[in-house]
């Protein structure tokens, strides 16, 4: 069965800094990840995805991850925090075990961003 | 853009009454979900459907949740007999049937129970 664990359930930078939110994932077959972000009293926006081809995968806001099967980690960069970057953000795997493909979420890794 | 749409945004209730939650996924997709949030937690799956029958549900799905898709467009979740512990963020998502499986989320419905 897939799971996913995000190391760390606070992360804070300066404005400017880099970010770096790590994500850990086991899955007995070739996975679908994701990343989703959630601002204060909203929903869940998607950030960027792997499913295959390239391992360095580009989203919105200037975020990218990068997929690394050896080590079986999707962590999440952005170059330089901005304070509007500020909100929790969700690691989550694509459950393909079960027919029903559901979405496994990591426990979620808040982001502070400091002026 | 196409985007999952819930009603309502906050939902208040009593403990021991019933309520439906709606979902408006989106229109060429094929698979539902339910998932819920309590407040400073991990989102959670709760049920999925697909072809007009749960495909799978969590163990938090017992006997007072049930999932319908009455007509062509709405997706609801009803929990029969709420009790203070369904307080949460409750989404709805939607996905086609490709197997790169991005599930569209809906803005969520906070549920209060009191």
């Known amino acids: 069965a897939q799971s996913v664990t995000q190391l760390g359930s606070h992360v804070s930078v300066s404005e400017g800094a880099l970010v770096l939110l790590r994500c850990n994932y086991s899955?007995?077959?070739?996975?679908?990840l994701f990343w989703y972000v959630q601002y204060p009293n909203q929903g869940l926006q998607l950030l960027l995805k792997y499913t295959t081809g390239a391992t360095l995968v580009k989203g919105i806001n200037g975020f990218e991850a990068e997929f690394k099967k050896s080590e079986t980690s999707f962590h999440l960069t952005k170059p330089s925090a901005h304070m509007s970057d500020a909100a929790e953000y969700f690691c989550?795997?694509?459950?393909?075990?079960?027919?029903?493909?559901?979405?496994?979420f990591g426990a979620g890794t808040r982001l502070f961003v400091k002026a | 853009e196409p985007e999952v749409t819930q009603t309502p945004s906050h939902q208040v209730t009593q403990m021991g009454q019933e309520v439906i939650l709606r979902c408006v996924p989106i229109s060429n997709h094929l698979y539902f979900y339910w998932y819920r949030q309590i407040l400073g937690q991990k989102v959670e799956f709760l049920v999925s459907f697909y072809n007009n029958e749960i495909s799978e549900k969590s163990e938090i799905f017992d006997d007072q949740f049930s999932v319908e898709r009455p007509d062509g467009s709405n997706f609801t979740l009803k929990i029969r007999s709420t009790k203070l512990e369904d307080s949460a963020m409750y989404f709805c998502?939607?996905?086609?049937?490709?197997?790169?499986?991005?599930?569209?989320f809906g803005p969520g419905t906070r549920l209060t129970v009191l």
């Open positions: 989550a795997v694509s459950d393909l075990s079960t027919g029903g493909f559901k979405t496994i």
């Open positions: 998502a939607s996905r086609t049937t490709s197997g790169r499986n991005e599930q569209f």
């Open positions: 899955s007995s077959v070739p996975p679908y």
